[in-house]
């Protein structure tokens, strides 16, 4: 099996000492690694974005007039605790990447063409303290 090298200085000496590749490479996405942007603590994933977008279109589907799907779609907002700027902010972090942003609204798509999940059955109450 053949190794790959990368030549690297080696100041001392005035040499080119080889460096294995793996090495290198690493060294390397170290780099970009310490050199891309700091991730935003407001940012949202995927998932968030998916299933938000999922439920303000259902719920725009369902309203029965423009002002109603907007109050709908802001009421969904405020109970997941987001704001427009930040999906919007989601779809610019990823705007360089067509295609993931492609994938994300097929998936929005294809949970619209599924039934809605029914509701999630309330919480059993704490039985009484008999103490």
């Not at 938000?52 to 725009?60: F, G, P």
């Not at 990823?94 to 809605?116: F, K, T, V």
Request: proline share 14%; hydrophobic share 40%.
């Amino acid at each position: 099996m053949e190794e790959w090298y990368v030549s690297a200085p080696v100041p001392w000496r005035g040499f080119r000492k080889p460096v294995p590749g793996a090495l290198f490479w690493l060294i390397c996405s170290a780099a970009v690694c310490a050199c891309s942007p700091p991730q935003d603590p407001n940012a949202i994933d995927r998932e968030t974005y998916i299933e938000t977008y999922v439920q303000i279109l259902r719920a725009a589907a369902a309203a029965p007039d423009s002002s109603a799907a907007t109050d709908s779609a802001l009421s969904i907002l405020a109970r997941r605790q987001l704001t427009e700027d930040r999906l919007t902010a989601f779809a610019i972090r990823h705007a360089n990447d067509p295609s993931y942003l492609a994938d994300a609204w097929g998936e929005i798509e294809r949970r619209l063409r599924e039934p809605p999940a029914p509701p999630a059955p309330p919480a059993p109450s704490a039985p009484p303290d008999s103490g």
